[in-house]
């Protein structure tokens, strides 16, 4: 079984409607994040989570939400999806490495949303 | 405001030559650095990462080398296969945990 789960997997929806999009994770990470990747952007952070209680804006939090419901869960929310908001949104999570105090981040598999 | 930069969006080499990817970052704060790697329709999976006080970490087929003077990191892989076909992220962190990619570098390895 995957460490990370995201879904859905891919979602079309129109402007206007709200999208939530869930990520779930066994590993047992305190940190989840948020990213989307664009074609020549690469992936920037939308926001991230070092503990339940804790929530952080990323580079381009503008226009989303997060809610971490639990350790495991942390979703993503649309109020109100606008055509450039289609792109590839993953979910990761990590842990500081005991050696480093660097985190090596593990992502899910995506999720491919379309706004039209 | 790209602090995190990979200038070549591809790159295609052949089976058994090296594949050397370059990474610019301007940030000076950034002190650990890392690749990853991804297939498509999976997420990124980590490869290798290597901390500022070093020049050169090594993981099998892959060595990642930094200049810290010049702000840029390589990833070397030799020899390339054709299941190292992927798309390669560059990541800079700082030590507020705060992580930037780059846009990454497809890499195809021809047989």
């Known amino acids: 079984d995957a460490d990370v789960t995201q879904t859905p997997r891919n979602r079309i929806t129109k402007t206007g409607k709200r999208i939530m999009l869930e990520c779930s994770q066994t590993k047992g990470h305190d940190r989840m994040y948020w990213y989307r990747q664009d074609p020549g952007l690469g992936l920037r952070l939308i926001y991230y989570?070092?503990?339940?209680?804790?929530?952080n804006k990323g580079e381009i939090s503008d226009g989303y939400s997060v809610s971490r419901q639990a350790q495991a869960k942390f979703s993503l929310s649309l109020e109100s999806a606008i055509p450039n908001q289609t792109a590839l949104y993953f979910c990761a999570t990590s842990d500081p490495s005991p050696r480093t105090g660097y985190n090596e981040q593990f992502f899910g598999p995506g999720t491919r949303l379309t706004v039209l | 405001d790209q602090q995190v930069k990979q200038n070549s969006p591809s790159l295609s080499v052949q089976e058994g030559r090296i594949s050397i990817l370059n990474c610019d970052y301007t940030?000076?704060?950034?002190?650990?650095f890392l690749w990853y790697k991804k297939y498509p329709a999976e997420g990124p999976t980590f490869l290798i990462s290597?901390?500022?006080?070093?020049d050169k970490n090594e993981d099998g087929r892959f060595t990642v080398f930094l200049n810290k003077s010049a702000k840029h990191l390589s990833l070397h892989i030799v020899p390339s296969q054709p299941g190292d076909s992927a798309v390669y992220f560059c990541a800079a962190e700082n030590n507020n945990n705060d992580m930037r990619f780059g846009a990454g570098t497809r890499l195809t390895v021809k047989p």
């Open positions: 290597i901390s500022s006080i070093k």
């Open positions: 989570s070092f503990d339940v209680k804790d929530i």
């Open positions: 940030n000076s704060m950034f002190d650990y």
